[in-house]
């Protein structure tokens, strides 16, 4: 990136909307590579441990220069890479299940606020869109605005059964990027579009936060 910092109107996107969508990172070689190896390999995690060359792409993506930038001006320096990389589609995620985060009750390690110009966002989800996602074709949603609330979701709201016109689908073209803060709520829906879905999902947090905690040792 040749600017030292987010412009005013994508700090405000952010912290209005609680996400950001940053079309055409990826150049169309780039998504054709990611989705060759994924065909070929056939599996839908552990990418930046399966063998040979088949890792690389997947490994390339962690030091994208547009995403280190942006998790610099969004994370901060020093971000950690909280979950390894996913395939989300029809097929590996449960579309029934509610929609997660929120900000109410407040989980520290998920935490976002902006205040006299200083932000703090724990941790965001990083989708890069391997197909395109048309409105209306369901898949990834989010609540814009829910990573800073202060009430409770409502059931009906995170399960879908009424979510009185608050949930937002994304429309995605292949290459796009997407940044969420994960204190947003999200999840999967039903899959509706014509064509195949996937997304590639990354999980980031800042340095020194404790997302997801290991077992300890093993006796």
Request: charged content about 20%.
């Amino acid at each position: 990136m040749d600017r030292e910092a987010m412009t005013n109107e994508e700090n405000y996107c952010f912290d209005v909307a609680g996400y950001l969508h940053v079309p055409g990172t990826l150049t169309r070689q780039e998504v054709e590579r990611l989705n060759g190896v994924i065909d070929e390999v056939g599996e839908s995690e552990g990418m930046l441990a399966w063998p040979g060359a088949a890792k690389e792409p997947f490994r390339d993506l962690l030091v994208h220069p547009a995403l280190v930038w942006y998790l610099n001006q969004l994370v901060g320096p020093g971000f950690i890479l909280d979950r390894a990389p996913e395939i989300w589609c029809e097929a590996t995620c449960d579309t029934a299940a509610p929609l997660t985060g929120g900000n109410e009750p407040r989980d520290p390690s998920i935490a976002y606020y902006y205040q006299n110009g200083r932000r703090f966002s724990e941790g965001v989800r990083v989708l890069w869109a391997l197909e395109d996602v048309n409105e209306g074709d369901g898949g990834f949603s989010l609540v814009p605005c829910s990573h800073k609330g202060y009430v409770a979701t409502p059931e009906d709201v995170a399960t879908g059964a009424g979510d009185m016109g608050l949930t937002y689908q994304p429309a995605l073209k292949a290459g796009d990027l997407l940044i969420v803060a994960l204190s947003t709520l999200q999840g999967m829906r039903s899959w509706r579009g014509d064509g195949r879905q996937r997304l590639l999902s990354y999980e980031y947090v800042g340095r020194g936060v404790i997302g997801k905690a290991g077992t300890g040792p093993m006796v």
